[in-house]
């Protein structure tokens, strides 16, 4: 039998809450936050199942500064969520080459996040002029 | 003492080690074959050469003029049959290594594209950006792993050699993860361990350039030849002594001096142009180059830095573009290590000892005197540097002679019969735990070390003085008592580097002893050895000779002298620049016109 | 290394704490730190520092290095908490403050600043690393053509120097050791990605499993670590679409191809 004895050190259980993981990890839990607000759309559609009374609870409880607060966390979650996954997304693809030298992952999250937040704008735009239309 | 067998055994697993193995395996798939390195292959020092490999392509060139090329560059101290053979596999071997996967540089068209470099008249000089070993060594690795006959000792570092009857019969071993010792009995034994550049302080070598297989075979009886050759490259580091490749002045790079000069023609390299001119200027050979900083470096030229006397290596009008394309790596080192942007500031160089053009006599078919031991790669003499070796040699050198030596020691192993066993790897095994448990004076190998080291630096440097290479064989033969005084801090058995490094300093020591007294007693100047003490001519008559040290137990080495195959280039004056162009043009109309010789 | 006694070497003006993770399997139970002062001067790698302290102070200090340039990837280790190679880490980027080192994290230890590699190296030969080749050629016939646009499909992955900081930096190799890694996929889609190499198939089948691609979660710090910009993240998740993509279509793929028909 030789000398060699290799030590093992553990994984620290928490991980995932140091440098330089503690992104990974946000990133991740914004995955939660899309739960969260299908939860409340889920909500919605099932108070309009139950007829005028319950969707009016509804639609007065998105009226709330409670509702506000929420829907803003979840507004600045998702952008994030949008952010990250434009940034993973190159990495998923193989390398783009243009003029015989690869495109720099930066200028393909950028296009993906610029998209949608034209798209995003749109969106916005054709409702604010839906309702300002008779 | 755990015991191997094997039929080949290779030792070191760099370019020329891994190469022999292929050609090993390829031409005998039924040898086992040992392939043993004291560090993970992809670590061996091949990993560090930048520049390129050599290998006519060019329809304007020939092989003539590489063959031509390699003689003048190594002043005439080469065995021509030999260059004569290295040059015409040159290019097939590279085209094998593309084959295998390596990643040469290419033109738009998809070819091999070839670059200019140091003494060679036509561009020849293939290349992988400026990663050039680096590719090579992986892709002759990562080839390695499909043949199956090839057993990989991985961290492995070898204490001995065994020979018995005037034949190798195998070597000794240390496991650096758990300091036991494996005995391993092969048939034939080839050595690829390399150069041995760390027993100067400035150098470009990595830690484990220390000339083990080297100092195994000289113990053994095997001449060291042509050892006072040692390579300055005259673009380095100052401080590290890291290389800037050989690549930059092949793309157009230039050296200035404090007065922004290119200084080079002051001493026979010019005249100057402004785009570069093959074997002119900063593409002359690395000896002149070097010579030529030393001059400058007397008349007071030089700019200062807290690191020593440096020149300046100009690669501004380059551009950032060509840089970044071509030149990497270097770009990496210049901006993480001396906080430089190449494209806007020259970068502060000056020489360090690069290469050992001397090694392990070995004839063209990398066999020792040592019947079934052969060596290839920069710890051999084969005869194609000579007294200064030009830049793509080394690394063609590898594929070359490595695969000529697996091919040979299958052929050796196919026909010998079994190794033989004996009471030699007790006494080796008994010598290596001595050291370890030796009680000395308290003395630190490490000091030793550095003595060494800036002994060599001073007596042994691109210029040399009588009494001062006296003074480092004297330092040095103190140096080698005192390893028996040597006290080790670190007694355990696991990763003991404390030891593998004492046993590193006893291999240069001797190695360092075998350069110093071939220098002492070679009375001319040739290639990279120039001497200042009356000796300043090169002495044809007397010394176009090879220098052979042979080991003495217990003292200095013995020098003899063997001589130098010259077949179809008589000796000339070694010319570079417009003086070249002249000697060639007049050899030219002494000797008619030759018809040029093709790939 | 040695310490150079001629005026070459800058003057070691200041002084530096380093605090080294020791660990002798014979005589500690668990690692330990240990601290050592060092002088140092602006131009020194922790390296260098190392070597400094091995030669002058304490040679019982074990480490892996060798070229110094950042190329033959031996001295990755943990400096500060980061997964770095010794020899193009500058002191004077973290001083004042004591610099702490450790071996490379999710490795077993061998001893001092040594970590087991032996199973990493078993990876890059599993995934057949070597060149399959599309179309035979023989060496009289010259180089197969390959444009620089070609190259650059395959040339980051090419770059990689084996020094296992992406390792050290996956979390989820700390968790699962098994796990194909980083490094491993850069040096496959090098292969694969590669004009005149056939084998792609082969070696898609190697990294089908939860150890191969599929313990990977996109964390992306691999890439982050990486000293030569191999960019292993994208290696190993751009085959994870062609995984997926390869396990839905195998029972429309022609007989002859797949696991163990050679190209």
Redesign the interface.
């Known amino acids: 039998m030789s000398e060699r004895r290799p030590y093992v050190r553990a994984q620290p259980r928490d991980w995932w809450a140091r440098k330089p993981y503690l992104g990974y990890t946000l990133r991740e839990l914004t995955g939660v936050g899309v739960v969260v607000y299908g939860g409340i759309l889920l909500a919605g559609l099932i108070s309009l199942a139950r007829g005028p009374e319950a969707f009016e609870g509804f639609r007065s409880f998105l009226t709330s500064p409670l509702s506000l607060l929420i829907h803003l966390l979840l507004l600045a979650v998702m952008i994030w969520h949008v952010v990250t996954w434009f940034q993973t997304m190159p990495k998923t693809m193989p390398k783009l080459i243009a003029n015989g030298r690869h495109v720099p992952q930066q200028k393909l999250t950028l296009a993906g996040v610029g998209i949608a937040a034209v798209c995003s704008a749109a969106l916005i735009a054709a409702f604010l002029i839906a309702g300002a239309l008779p | 003492m755990h015991h191997v067998d094997t039929d080949i055994l290779i030792l070191g697993a760099g370019g020329a080690g891994l190469r022999a193995a292929i050609a090993a395996a390829q031409s005998a798939p039924e040898l086992n074959i040992a392939l043993v390195s004291k ?2 292959p ?4 091949t ?2 050469a930048e520049g390129g490999s050599a290998g006519v392509v060019q329809s304007h060139d020939s092989l003539e003029n590489h063959f031509h090329d390699t003689v003048a560059g190594g002043d005439w101290l080469c065995e021509q049959d030999v260059v004569d053979y290295f040059v015409s596999r040159c290019t ?1 071997e590279m ?2 290594l ?4 390596c ?4 033109k ?5 594209n070839v670059r200019a470099f140091g003494g060679m008249k036509i561009e020849r000089t293939w290349f992988a950006a400026d ?1 050039s070993g ?2 090579i060594l ?1 892709t002759l690795f ?2 390695s ?2 043949f199956p006959s090839i057993r990989r000792f ?1 961290e492995y570092f070898c204490v001995d050699l065994l020979s018995d009857e005037g034949r190798v019969q195998g070597a000794v071993m240390l496991a650096l ?4 010792f494996t005995a391993i009995h092969a048939k034939a034994v080839v050595i690829a361990t390399g150069g041995a550049g760390r027993v100067y ?2 150098n470009t070598n ?3 350039v220390t000339g083990d297989g080297m100092a195994l075979a000289y113990r053994h009886g095997v001449p060291l030849r042509d050892m006072e050759f040692v390579q300055y490259h005259p673009t380095c580091m ?3 002594g ?2 800037f490749t050989e690549a930059c002045r092949g793309e157009g790079a230039f050296l200035l001096n404090k007065n922004g000069d290119r200084y080079l023609q002051d001493y026979g390299l010019g005249p100057a142009s402004p785009e570069p001119r093959n074997k002119f200027m900063e593409l002359g050979p690395r000896d002149r180059l070097s010579q030529a900083f030393w001059h400058e470096e007397r008349k007071g030229n030089t700019v200062s830095t ?3 006397a440096t020149v300046l290596l100009d690669l501004r009008h380059l551009g950032r573009a060509k840089i970044k394309e071509r030149l990497p ?1 270097i770009c ?2 210049a901006e ?2 001396m906080g430089i942007d190449p494209a806007t500031t020259p970068i502060p160089v000056r020489p360090a000892v690069h290469y050992t053009m001397g090694g392990i006599l070995v004839d063209i078919n990398t066999a020792s005197p040592l019947a079934g031991l052969y060596a290839a790669g920069e710890c051999s003499s084969v005869g194609i540097h000579g007294a200064n070796r030009l830049g793509s040699n080394s690394l063609a050198e590898l594929s070359v002679f490595g695969r000529v030596a697996g091919e040979q020691a299958a052929k050796f192993a196919k026909m010998a019969g079994p190794a033989k066993r004996s009471t030699q790897t007790e006494a080796v095994e008994a010598k290596a735990l001595a050291l370890l448990t030796q009680k000395g004076d308290g003395e ?1 190998h ?2 030793m ?3 060494m ?2 002994s060599m ?1 001073k007596g042994c440097g691109i210029y040399r003085l009588g009494p001062e290479m006296r003074e480092t064989c004297d330092t040095l033969a103190n140096l080698k008592q005192r390893m028996a005084g040597v006290t ?3 007694k ?7 030891w593998i490094t004492a046993i590193e300093l006893g291999y240069q020591l001797d190695v360092a002893e075998a350069m110093a007294h071939s220098a002492i007693a070679r009375e001319e100047s040739r290639g990279a050895h120039q001497r200042i003490d009356g000796f300043e001519q090169r002495d044809d008559a007397r010394f176009l000779r090879h220098s052979l040290a042979h080991y003495q137990d217990g003292g200095p080495p013995t020098i003899s002298y063997g001589p130098v195959k010259i077949t179809h280039l008589p000796p000339a004056q070694r010319a570079y620049g417009a003086l070249g162009e002249q000697a060639d043009a007049a050899a030219r109309a002494t000797a008619g016109n030759k018809d040029v010789a093709h790939v | 290394m040695s310490e150079v006694p001629t005026s070459e070497i800058m003057e070691r003006t200041k002084t530096i704490e380093l605090r080294v993770l020791r660990y002798r399997p014979v005589s500690d139970h668990e690692p330990v730190f240990q601290a050592y002062q060092v002088p140092y001067s602006d131009d020194m790698s922790v390296l260098q520092v190392l070597q400094s302290v091995k030669d002058t102070q304490d040679g019982t200090l074990s480490f892996r290095w060798s070229c110094r340039m950042a190329i033959c990837g031996s001295c990755g280790m943990m400096i500060n908490g980061d997964p770095r190679l010794a020899c193009n880490t500058f002191v004077r980027d973290l001083a004042p403050n004591p610099v702490t080192v450790e071996p490379l994290r999710n490795f077993p230890i061998e001893r001092d600043l040594v970590v087991t590699v032996g199973d990493f190296v078993k990876k890059i030969e599993s995934i057949y690393p070597y060149i399959i080749p599309k179309t035979p050629k023989s060496i009289e016939a010259g180089e197969y053509l390959q444009t620089p646009a070609q190259m650059a499909a395959y040339e980051s992955f090419s770059d990689c120097i084996n020094c296992m900081l992406c390792y050290a930096a996956c979390p989820q190799f700390g968790a699962n050791p098994d796990f194909i890694g980083p490094g491993a996929m850069a040096l496959l889609q090098r292969y694969n990605g590669d004009s005149r190499d056939g084998g792609q198939q082969l070696r898609l089948d190697s990294i089908a499993g939860e150890d191969g691609v599929w313990s990977c979660t996109a964390v992306g710090v691999c890439s982050d670590a990486c000293p030569k910009q191999v960019d292993p993240a994208n290696a190993v998740n751009q085959n994870k679409t062609k995984s997926a993509l390869d396990f839905f279509l195998r029972f429309i793929r022609p007989k002859d191809q797949g696991a163990g028909a050679k190209s």
């Open positions: 560090v993970f992809m670590r061996s020092h990993v560090a097939p085209v094998q593309e084959h295998w996967g990643p040469w540089s290419r738009p068209d998809g070819h091999i990663r680096f590719h992986h990562q080839t792993i499909q991985d993860s758990t300091g036991e302080s400035q990595g830690g484990i100052p401080g590290t890291l290389l807290p690191q020593g790596l990496e080192m993480q290590f630190r490490a000091t070390r550095a003595e080291a800036a630096e080790l801090e670190d355990s058995r696991v990763w003991n580097t404390d």
